[in-house]
């Protein structure tokens, strides 16, 4: 990804990410499409696609359609996890891991979060995380907690078990498998947070209490507002004008972030508004003059 300044990142690799990179790619834009994986889980789950204009069949169908557009437009693709976008000097600074990459304009078009725990909203930054090398260093010889969707997210339970006393970790999945001694599996998800200012215990789905004083969800997304701080919100969807603007100059949003109805056209002509929006911004801001 290197450490050049990309003209617009475009985070997700859903069917808004895909068309807002396939508009950015025909405006010779130099632009940067970042996700966990091209189209992403919920297209290839769709079992019969009836509403999407000149198509009939399942997800995977739907998806070999695109994957073959995506080779003959020549759009890249790179694989990697967000873990947080922040304001910076004409642009934008994105965290992935230990990375720091730059875009001149960012599209979010991340998705819905799949569920999480009761009570991960409320404690959001008060001992619930997203992001192992963000805030790891917090439990130091602290319990903790991890939930992980997937294999992937194995590292990132081993590295915080070099910093934490001992870590719960929840796996989602079967087959898990882990070095560290002060890893404790269990299997399925967290059944709830529990505290008081700040997280003090989670709930197994079975009703045991665990003493923890943190809890960290390692996963493909995380909500909007918390990918990027004070970003506005409603009911937990980005909130946008009908250009797809965010109220943060020159971020945009596209995709089931910024609400219903949850549907791929919807997504599609988001990602494609909000491409169009952030070359807009892109003319503006280059005719500016400088401060
Ligand atoms: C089972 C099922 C069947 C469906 N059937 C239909 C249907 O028939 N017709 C229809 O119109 N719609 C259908 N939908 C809805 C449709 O899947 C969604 O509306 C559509 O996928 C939204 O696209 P999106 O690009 O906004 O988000 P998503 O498809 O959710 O893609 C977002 C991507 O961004 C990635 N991401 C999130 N955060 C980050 C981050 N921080 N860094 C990197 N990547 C990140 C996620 O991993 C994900 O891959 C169905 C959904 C499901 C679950």
Same mark, same amino acid.
Not at 14 to 41: E, M, Q, S
Not at 191 to 204: F, M
Not at 256 to 284: H, M, N, W
């Given at each position: 990804?290197?450490?050049?300044?990309?003209?617009?990142?475009?985070?997700?690799?859903?069917?808004?990410?895909?068309?807002?990179?396939?508009?950015?790619?025909?405006?010779?834009?130099?632009?940067?499409?970042?996700?966990?994986?091209?189209?992403?889980?919920?297209?290839?789950?769709?079992?019969?696609?009836?509403?999407?204009?000149?198509?009939?069949?399942?997800?995977?169908?739907?998806?070999?359609?695109?994957?073959?557009?995506?080779?003959?437009?020549?759009?890249?693709?790179?694989?990697?996890?967000?873990?947080?976008?922040?304001?910076?000097?004409? $642009?934008?600074?994105?965290?992935?891991? *230990?990375?720091?990459?730059?875009?001149? /304009?960012?599209?979010? %078009?991340? !998705?819905?979060? &799949?569920?999480?725990?009761?009570?991960?909203?409320?404690?959001?930054?008060?001992?619930?995380?997203?992001?192992?090398?963000?805030?790891?260093?917090?439990?130091?010889?602290?319990?903790?907690?991890?939930?992980?969707?997937?294999?992937?997210?194995?590292?990132?339970?081993?590295?915080?078990?070099?910093?934490?006393?001992?870590?719960?970790?929840?796996?989602?999945?079967?087959?898990?498998?882990?070095?560290?001694?002060?890893?404790?599996?269990?299997?399925?998800?967290?059944?709830?947070?529990?505290?008081?200012?700040?997280?003090?215990?989670?709930?197994?789905?079975?009703?045991?209490?665990?003493?923890?004083?943190?809890?960290?969800?390692?996963?493909?997304?995380?909500?909007?507002?918390?990918?990027?701080?004070?970003?506005?919100?409603? $009911?937990?969807?980005?909130?946008?004008? *009908?250009?797809?603007?965010?109220?943060? /100059?020159?971020?945009? %949003?596209? !995709?089931?972030? &910024?609400?219903?109805?949850?549907?791929?056209?919807?997504?599609?002509?988001?990602?494609?508004?909000?491409?169009?929006?952030?070359?807009?911004?892109?003319?503006?801001?280059?005719?500016?003059?400088?401060?």
């Amino acid at each position: 990804m290197g450490n050049r300044t990309y003209d617009v990142a475009v985070i997700g690799g859903g069917i808004a990410g895909y068309t807002a990179a396939l508009t950015l790619k025909n405006f010779g834009k130099d632009f940067l499409w970042v996700g966990a994986k091209p189209f992403g889980d919920k297209l290839l789950k769709a079992e019969h696609v009836r509403n999407f204009p000149s198509f009939s069949g399942n997800g995977v169908e739907l998806a070999a359609l695109l994957e073959r557009q995506m080779i003959v437009e020549e759009i890249p693709f790179t694989k990697a996890r967000i873990d947080g976008v922040y304001a910076a000097d004409r $642009g934008f600074d994105l965290m992935s891991g *230990r990375e720091v990459l730059h875009a001149r /304009s960012v599209i979010l %078009a991340t !998705g819905v979060e &799949t569920k999480v725990a009761k009570g991960a909203a409320e404690y959001l930054g008060r001992g619930v995380s997203y992001c192992a090398v963000c805030d790891g260093a917090l439990y130091k010889n602290k319990r903790i907690a991890c939930e992980i969707s997937s294999k992937e997210y194995e590292d990132e339970v081993e590295y915080l078990a070099g910093i934490a006393e001992k870590v719960f970790v929840f796996c989602r999945y079967e087959g898990a498998h882990f070095h560290a001694a002060n890893i404790e599996l269990r299997q399925g998800k967290i059944g709830g947070i529990g505290g008081d200012v700040r997280v003090t215990e989670v709930l197994t789905e079975s009703g045991e209490h665990l003493a923890v004083s943190g809890v960290f969800f390692l996963k493909d997304s995380a909500p909007p507002s918390v990918l990027v701080g004070g970003l506005q919100t409603e $009911g937990g969807h980005v909130k946008v004008a *009908r250009d797809m603007s965010t109220h943060l /100059s020159g971020l945009f %949003a596209a !995709g089931d972030v &910024t609400g219903r109805p949850y549907q791929y056209i919807k997504a599609a002509g988001e990602g494609l508004v909000a491409a169009f929006s952030a070359c807009d911004y892109l003319a503006r801001s280059q005719n500016a003059p400088r401060s």
